[in-house]
């Protein structure tokens, strides 16, 4: 099925060290989520952006919506060992029910 | 808030039973609840789409009749694995969204190891 752009695959970093990780699409979405995932839980929503332009924090992340509607950033500041994880960006559509269109995902690994 | 539990975290069964999952929003009233399969290292795949008290639209490929989704209330969501099979073993993960930013978020998964 359809699904977006997520780069980097996998991220290995020392602990302090900011990260940054994007999604790109060819469709526009009106809606950009990120989330993280860790083993054997569900993915947890970080940052949701509702407009093209918005630049959004929550303590350390900070992601931002595309002025294209493609496209997405996520920052993370500092980072520490509780970071590690899988994020994942998702579109929403605005149809279909609101179903979500998933990145591959960003393995971040921190070396402490 | 926006609290979604999923019950039971971990299953093993037997081939050839069903298992059923459910998942519940705690806290907030789900219009529209998503279940999903994820593969190991893979992203979520839309398996199901259910509206509170109308039938749930399946993802092609996925059989409507191995997997039954019951969507009775606007608090709870049932995945139903039919006569499992050892390929049926994966993560199964609910989603629940409502109100006005149709946000979706997601249960904990279910871990489905079928014998």
């Known amino acids: 099925g359809q699904q977006l752009n997520q780069s980097p695959q996998s991220m290995f970093i020392q602990e302090g060290e900011d990260v940054s990780m994007n999604c790109t699409s060819s469709s526009i979405f009106n809606t950009w989520l990120w989330y993280k995932q860790e083993p054997g839980e569900g993915p947890v929503l970080l940052i949701a952006l509702y407009k093209a332009g918005e630049l959004t924090s929550n303590g350390r992340l900070t992601a931002q919506f595309g002025i294209t509607r493609k496209d997405s950033f996520l920052n993370i500041s500092a980072s520490i060992p509780s970071d590690v994880g899988i994020y994942f960006c998702?579109?929403?559509?605005?149809?279909?029910?609101?179903?979500?269109?998933w990145g591959a995902g960003t393995k971040l690994i921190i070396k402490p | 808030g926006a609290v979604v539990s999923q019950h039971p975290s971990r299953v093993i069964c037997k081939s050839g039973t069903s298992v059923k999952i459910e998942c519940r929003s705690l806290?907030?009233?789900?219009?529209?609840m998503f279940w999903y399969r994820q593969f190991p290292k893979q992203s979520l795949m839309l398996m199901a789409t259910s509206n509170e008290g109308s039938k749930a639209t399946y993802e092609q490929g996925v059989e409507k009749d191995k997997f039954l989704i019951n969507h009775a209330s606007l608090t709870l969501s049932t995945l139903t694995v039919t006569s499992a099979h050892p390929e049926d073993s994966s993560f199964y993960i609910c989603?629940?969204?409502?109100?006005?930013?149709?946000?979706?978020?997601f249960g904990p998964g279910t871990r489905l190891t079928v014998l």
């Open positions: 998702a579109g929403q559509l605005t149809d279909s029910n609101y179903q979500l269109i």
């Open positions: 806290d907030f009233q789900a219009t529209t």
């Open positions: 989603s629940a969204s409502g109100g006005r930013t149709d946000t979706q978020y």
